[in-house]
T-cell receptor
Framework: DAKTTQPNSMESNEEEPVHLPCNHS???????IHWYRQLPSQGPEYVIHGLTSNVNNRMASLAIAEDRKSSTLILHRATLRDAAVYYCILRDWAAGNKLTFGGGTRVLVKP | DAGVTQSPTHLIKTRGQHVTLRCSPISGHKSVSWYQQVLGQGPQFIFQ???????GRGNFPDRFSARQFPNYSSELNVNALLLGDSALYLCASSLTVRGDTGELFFGEGSRLTVL
């Protein structure tokens, strides 16, 4: 399985943007880039996913490098509720629901 | 609408015992997958079922088994429990098994403690 590399932790102030980087230099052409987050004492929650083009939804934006070897999840205005562990995951389109989670990035939001 | 429900939420077992964990997917979802999350680590894939057939298995010993029922609910069974099986067991459901679509919806998990 292709691997991803993320910083262990990041801090942000409330209502400021948060940029979460992810490196995936061994990504294959059929890998989609997925982001999930896990709030304390909860199961993971889907955030966003993309293949080549940047993506936006109500929760976040995903910026994908042109060579696809890295991506950045952008939380536009962090709230205290966004404090969670964020996982960047590569998911082959044919691999079903097997997600390979790494260590993720723990995001701390300060009021 | 109800999300993914898991039971029990917490349980304590002793080494050598057997445990059964249950999962009800979101209505209309035909795929269920199971993950193990040890404290401080990301979840690890155990099994995936789709339309009652096993579609994938992670790197877990044969002590772990699962099945999916006609109503798409699922059970995860673990035999001969070891201390290292202590973890949060997560169930996720989805409409499809395609990696290009279909977000996974996770339950809140069953926390197993083995003494």
């Amino acid at each position: 399985d292709a691997k991803t590399t993320q910083p262990n932790s990041m801090e942000s102030n409330e209502e400021e943007p948060v940029h979460l980087p992810c490196n995936h230099s061994t990504i294959s052409g059929t890998d989609y880039i997925h982001w999930y987050r896990q709030l304390p004492s909860q199961g993971p929650e889907y955030v966003i996913h993309g293949l080549t083009s940047n993506v936006n939804n109500r929760m976040a934006s995903l910026a994908i490098a042109e060579d696809r070897k890295s991506s950045t999840l952008i939380l536009h205005r962090a709230t205290l509720r966004d404090a969670a562990v964020y996982y960047c995951i590569l998911r082959d389109w044919a691999a079903g629901n097997k997600l390979t989670f790494g260590g993720g990035t723990r995001v701390l939001v300060k009021p | 609408d109800a999300g993914v429900t898991q039971s029990p939420t917490h349980l304590i077992k002793t080494r050598g015992q057997h445990v059964t964990l249950r999962c009800s997917p979101i209505s209309g979802h035909k795929s269920v997958s199971w993950y193990q999350q040890v404290l401080g680590q990301g979840p690890q894939f155990i099994f995936q079922y789709y339309e009652k057939e096993e579609r994938g298995r992670g790197n877990f010993p044969d002590r772990f088994s699962a099945r999916q029922f006609p109503n798409y609910s699922s059970e995860l069974n673990v035999n001969a429990l070891l201390l290292g099986d202590s973890a949060l067991y997560l169930c996720a459901s989805s409409l499809t098994v395609r990696g290009d679509t279909g977000e996974l919806f996770f339950g809140e998990g069953s926390r197993l403690t083995v003494l």
